[in-house]
């Protein structure tokens, strides 16, 4: 079951264990439950994101940050990435970039989330 939180003026949809996010389906079926929730973010843990998403060459990471993007929700990968950004520059320049920016973002945990949330809502206002 997916859960609903607050955190800093933003309304949190953390995906539960039997979701994967292999693609755009994925991610439209995502953004549509963030709507019928009134999310803004939608947190995804890593290992239930499909390793095609994290091969760039695939292009599914573009495919579904564009969608995520469209609809203006925030998407988060939850997780340690530590041995796949060792593995691949062209991702570890990927997540620098997203997290330097407000679409994606790549966290190690959920008080990282929050933080960035706090941090986000104070130098920007609320982005969504």
């Given at each position: 079951?997916?859960?609903?939180?607050?955190?800093?003026?933003?309304?949190?949809?953390?995906?539960?264990?039997?979701?994967?996010?292999?693609?755009?389906?994925?991610?439209?079926?995502?953004?549509?439950?963030?709507?019928?929730?009134?999310?803004?973010?939608?947190?995804?843990?890593?290992?239930?994101?499909?390793?095609?998403?994290?091969?760039?060459?695939?292009?599914?990471a573009?495919?579904?940050?564009?969608?995520?993007?469209?609809y203006?929700i925030?998407?988060?990968?939850?997780?340690?990435?530590?041995?796949?950004?060792?593995?691949?520059?062209?991702?570890?320049?990927?997540?620098?970039?997203?997290?330097?920016?407000?679409?994606?973002?790549?966290?190690?945990?959920?008080?990282?989330?929050?933080?960035?949330?706090?941090?986000?809502?104070?130098?920007?206002?609320?982005?969504?």
């Amino acid at each position: 079951m997916h859960t609903i939180t607050e955190s800093h003026g933003h309304r949190v949809l953390t995906v539960a264990d039997d979701v994967a996010l292999g693609g755009e389906d994925e991610a439209v079926d995502l953004i549509g439950l963030a709507f019928g929730e009134q999310a803004d973010v939608v947190a995804v843990p890593a290992e239930l994101v499909d390793e095609r998403f994290y091969e760039l060459r695939t292009r599914v990471a573009g495919d579904v940050v564009r969608k995520f993007a469209a609809y203006q929700i925030r998407l988060v990968v939850l997780g340690d990435l530590t041995g796949r950004l060792a593995a691949s520059d062209s991702l570890r320049a990927f997540v620098y970039e997203a997290n330097r920016g407000r679409d994606i973002w790549f966290l190690a945990d959920r008080t990282e989330l929050d933080e960035r949330l706090r941090t986000a809502r104070e130098t920007l206002g609320r982005s969504r």
